[in-house]
């Protein structure tokens, strides 16, 4: 979605190095997520945002920091990077329609902890 | 804890064929998305579900919500090869909580 940038779009780390993933917005939205997808899990959602500077766990944050200093930006952080942790990450902004909620997703980020 | 459980996990069905994906949910919502993922695609959205006994269609996809039954499904009629990817639904319950996806591949 044109609204949603996520950076990188892949990348290779080592074990036991920290990886931060930036997704970026644009239509001002409130509500940020960050899900991780693995073959047989789904999309697993990892930390979410519901504004400034308010963060709070999803069901898989163990390894997991988030920062939002600013609206448009919600940070991912691999504290510590683990071989576990190889996947890909999608970031989902929920953005209000006329039908209600909505949720839209970035194009992802594939990550490979080698 | 809500709890999201899609079946079948795979689907290989011929072309011309009809038939339905399941999509159960452990409490109480009445807010159900659909989404199709394409090979190292993101998501797209399909069917957005906001109430009891909601029915969407579009083309040859056909989705329904049972809130009651905390139950939706997702009804192919007549697939044709370009329905192959994953399909997710996902429960709005203050989280959006994901299935774990049903591949289809459609055969000719």
């Known amino acids: 979605d044109a609204g949603i940038t996520q950076s990188p779009r892949h990348k290779v780390t080592e074990t036991g190095t920290p990886v931060t993933l930036r997704c970026h917005q644009t239509e001002n939205h409130r509500y940020m997520y960050w899900y991780r997808q693995d073959p047989g899990h789904g999309l697993r959602l990892i930390h979410y945002?519901?504004?400034?500077?308010?963060?709070d766990k999803g069901e898989v944050s163990d390894g997991y920091s988030v920062s939002r200093s600013k609206t448009e930006d919600f940070l991912l952080t691999l504290e510590s990077a683990t071989s576990s942790q190889t996947s890909v990450y999608f970031c989902a902004t929920r953005t209000l329609t006329g039908g209600g909620y909505g949720y839209t997703f970035g194009s992802g980020t594939r990550l490979t902890v080698v | 804890e809500l709890k999201v459980e899609q079946n079948p996990l795979f689907l290989s069905m011929q072309e011309g064929k009809n038939y339905t994906i399941y999509c159960n949910y452990s409490t109480t919502s009445d807010r159900l998305y659909w989404y199709r993922q394409d090979p190292g695609k993101s998501l797209e959205s399909l069917f957005v579900l906001l109430s009891n006994g909601a029915v969407k269609q579009e083309g040859r996809l056909m989705a329904s919500l049972d809130t009651k039954a905390r139950l939706s499904t997702l009804h192919i009629t007549a697939a044709v090869h370009d329905l192959s990817a994953t399909y997710f639904c996902?429960?709005?319950?203050?989280?959006?909580?994901f299935g774990q996806g049903t591949e289809l591949s459609v055969k000719p």
């Open positions: 996902a429960v709005d319950g203050a989280k959006l909580i």
């Open positions: 945002s519901y504004g400034v500077k308010d963060t």
